[in-house]
């Protein structure tokens, strides 16, 4: 009976030892993981990476994007098992104020973890504002080369594709002679490149050649798309047809201004609140009424806001912005954009 008794008390401890013996022998599993768990870019944006560690299968979800969607993120995968490298693309920023956040959000079997990302606004010189993701000079150019010092300044104005500047008060004889031995530049080599839409989302090419670009060192003369995304156009079908427009015209004499010209970059409510010394640090900027140069040399349109784009429309016509608000408004420069008329340059940052 003694024996017997020390047996049943023996055989719970084997087999427990038993027990823990065989689960040692299988093999363990990885808890799931994310690293880093916040991650920072720069306001030109790229590639963030983050290694995810563990078994199972996982599922990603991108969460509490600080903009209004989260297409500024793109995951090379948003599901997957066990290990992976994880490569957010990040767009460049498109605010010169505030940092832009987003949370990836790691889904596994059994718990959800989180990792995060933030990245820093875009960096602005004086003299310079973000609008429509590009960065803009808040000054037209002077003298090749250079920009001009007050924001009312019209600067000197420009042919198509040419870096000879010209003034209003020109003698007609000598742009005359000038328009006599201008080249217009040789066709594009796209055969669609005459093809000119209000379609805001065909990117055109850039036909304002390099050697002759007026604006500073590292700035380009805008393309017609680029300028009509930032202005709008009159749209006669509304009842209101300035609704197209994006920007708040400027009476001569109020909001701190001599002279009549366009707010542009700031919604319409706020823009009327802008004055001349504060324009540019909300984050617009003011655009002077200028007119052109005809092909005569006479200065004409002094009614209207004018740019040169570095879009070719066809031989004769070229990208010119022109403008009132009111009345006249040709967004693309059909009617009144020859290319041997000048007009003022506001660049783009390249």
Not at 98 to 116: D, H, P, Q, Y
Request: glycine share 8%; proline share 6%.
């Amino acid at each position: 009976m003694k024996k017997k008794s020390w047996l049943m008390a023996v055989l719970p401890v084997i087999s427990i030892m038993s027990l823990l013996s065989c689960n040692k022998n299988e093999p363990e599993t990885d808890a799931l993981n994310i690293m880093p768990m916040v991650a920072t870019i720069g306001p030109e944006g790229g590639d963030v990476k983050f290694s995810i560690t563990g078994d199972g299968s996982w599922e990603i979800e991108l969460a509490e994007s600080t903009d209004a969607s989260s297409e500024w993120c793109t995951l090379d995968a948003m599901s997957g098992e066990g290990a992976h490298d994880l490569v957010a693309t990040i767009a460049p920023a498109v605010s010169a104020k505030e940092k832009r956040s987003i949370v990836i959000k790691l889904i596994g079997e059994e718990k959800t973890l989180s990792a995060k990302v933030i990245q820093d606004p875009v960096a602005l010189e004086p003299g310079e504002v973000l609008i429509n993701g590009l960065i803009w000079s808040t000054r037209n150019v002077g003298e090749p080369g250079k920009f001009v010092e007050d924001i009312e300044d019209c600067g000197m104005y420009y042919m198509f594709n040419s870096k000879i500047p010209w003034s209003p008060d020109v003698d007609p004889a000598e742009y005359m002679a000038a328009v006599a031995e201008y080249d217009a530049s040789a066709a594009p080599s796209d055969p669609n490149a005459e093809i000119v839409t209000n379609d805001l989302s065909v990117e055109r090419a850039n036909f304002w050649k390099e050697e002759n670009n007026p604006c500073p060192e590292g700035w380009r003369v805008p393309m017609g798309w680029e300028v009509i995304q930032i202005m709008g156009n009159r749209n006669t079908e509304l009842e209101d047809p300035t609704e197209g427009c994006f920007f708040h015209r400027v009476e001569a004499g109020t909001q701190g201004f001599d002279k009549l010209g366009f707010i542009v970059g700031l919604d319409k409510n706020l823009a009327k609140t802008a004055t001349k010394e504060t324009v540019e640090e909300m984050g617009g900027m003011f655009i002077p009424v200028s007119g052109w140069i005809n092909e005569e040399g006479v200065y004409d349109g002094d009614w209207l806001v004018t740019l040169r784009t570095a879009t070719w429309l066809n031989d004769t016509m070229a990208g010119m912005y022109l403008s009132d608000l009111l009345f006249y408004d040709d967004p693309w420069g059909w009617g009144d954009g020859q290319k041997v008329r000048a007009a003022p340059v506001r660049c783009v940052k390249k």
